[in-house]
């Protein structure tokens, strides 16, 4: 295959069809490096549409890493609310502190440094490396893994390995606009090779593509599914009051205002009458059968919330649907 002109048809096509997304404004290094960190911290689990209004609330009331690292839990949280993944605001603050103590304040400009930061692992680090320092280094990410599944017609489970991909990226070579190249790629398996009905016409490579010449464009993935869990949410509530604790126990939504809850068993779940719901978090599917319970307790951590407060509480967005759906059925 015939590689030396895909950089320049790459580029060329991105120069065109771009999207104007406001961590790809025309600012200082400096700044560049603060608007990838952040940006790739939101980018992690969520998409770019859902990200850019996040994004944009963020940079104006956290303008750079020094605000960062004394920000209060309070405001970064309020500015993350609805996100999700809170995790990754507490490790964007802790990773601004370390910048500040460990790297006089720059961003590290290693692989292995950035490593070294919380919430930063293997992709993220490629990331920041190729988007704010311009090094020639394509991250794998899942619109960059569908292009070479595509371009290579890629399908058994040895040829979908992650090894195996890393080693295919290798078609797209090399350019000295390497942070735009890197971004171009991922814009062309966002914008056009789609995981369903790719616009090929639009496509720069679809002359060195096997799949379009094949005409058969269906994916295979690794570990796709996502793991079943079974819950039972007590909401007590009194008048308009519900009663919500702080979650230090299970692992998502740490230290987050939840309805007490518990795991239970697929049996005991499907054996209940009262209303049930689903919901999707992190790779986890969520079912929630929701044990209405009229009477007040005492438990620790916790506290009542008027419905009518919702609004000024950090509350995730699994604790609101629950909120919904309880106020839907009383
Ligand atoms: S030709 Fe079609 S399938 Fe191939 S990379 Fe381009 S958009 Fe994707």
Redesign the pocket.
Known sequence: MNNRNIPKKILDWYDNNKRELPWRNNISKKQRQYFTLVSEFMLQQTQVKTVIPYFNNFINKIPNLKKLANVSEVKIMKCWEGLGYYSRARNLKKTAKKIISDFNGDLPGTIEELKTLPGIGDYTSRAIMAIAFNKPIIPLDGNVER?VK??FYLKNKKEINKGNLINKKSFFGKSNRSSDYAQAIME?GAL??KPTN???FE?P??KN?Q??KKND?ELKYRNSFNKVKYFEANIYQNQNKYLLIKNKKFKFLKDLLIFPMKEVEKNKFQSSQNKKINIKISNMDMKIVLNKKNKMIKIKNSFFLDKKNIQDQILPSFTKKIFKSVSNCS
Request: overall charge positive; hydrophobic content about 50%.
């Open positions: 292009v595509r371009i062309i056009i090779c790719p616009l090929c496509c490579i679809s593509c799949s379009f464009f």
